[in-house]
């Protein structure tokens, strides 16, 4: 079973939705034995990284997540997810979770498209990723295979954990991680058939079917 990580994020319903599609056993839980019982956990999240950790630490989810990640649970981050795993956000500048050092920067509104045209923030609509390493999230995806983001800020970790980048305005990371901790900027329940792949592709790792 997966467990989506319940913190009134806004999304648990719609990354829920996406695993019953694949038969994904699966939970929206806030109990700490059930996430710790789980095969694998889901961090997702939409909103501002202020109100997030605010949810986070009213019900004790952070140190949850904390104790997930020290014992190696499996554990993939979407959205605001993946931005608050970081030491510091510079929405409300909030000081985030720290589990992976780097920070999360707002897009400038300075920065121009592919066709010289400013772009518009929040990023939002398709994209594909370039990837950097290999990852077991990939399997199965097609390069040119593209995901749906929205978001007005960016991903700032260690350069060794970037796994894929995206270019809007900039190349900015969109996918990162390590052994047993993943993050993803996009929305992989929102992406179609690529995201479906990727989701399906956490879960045949935390049972044991794909090696990192």
């Known amino acids: 079973m997966l467990a989506i990580i319940d913190y009134n994020a806004g999304n648990q319903t719609s990354v829920r939705r996406a695993l019953e599609h694949l038969k994904i056993p699966c939970k929206i839980t806030n109990n700490p034995d059930e996430l710790f019982n789980a095969s694998g956990v889901i961090f997702p999240g939409v909103g501002a990284a202020g109100q997030a950790m605010d949810n986070l630490k009213s019900r004790g989810m952070d140190k949850a997540i904390q104790e997930l990640i020290a014992s190696n649970k499996p554990i993939l981050g979407v959205c605001i997810g993946c931005q608050i795993l970081l030491d510091k956000s510079a929405e409300n500048e909030t000081q985030t979770l720290g589990f992976v050092k780097g920070q999360c920067l707002r897009f400038s509104p300075d920065l121009k ?20 390493q290999k990852s077991p999230l990939f399997h199965n995806i097609s390069p040119d295979a593209e995901f749906y983001f929205v978001h007005s800020y960016f991903v700032k970790p260690p350069q060794e954990l970037v796994l894929a980048t995206t270019f809007y ?16 900027q996009f929305h992989p329940e929102k992406s179609g058939r690529p995201g479906l792949q990727l989701l399906q592709n956490f879960y045949d790792y935390c049972v044991g079917g794909l090696n990192a």
């Open 113 to 132: 498209d592919e066709n010289a045209q400013k772009i518009r923030i929040p990023h939002m609509g398709w994209n594909k990723l370039e990837l950097k």
């Open 169 to 184: 305005g900039q190349e900015f990371c969109s996918v990162y991680g390590r052994k047993d901790l993943w993050a993803v």
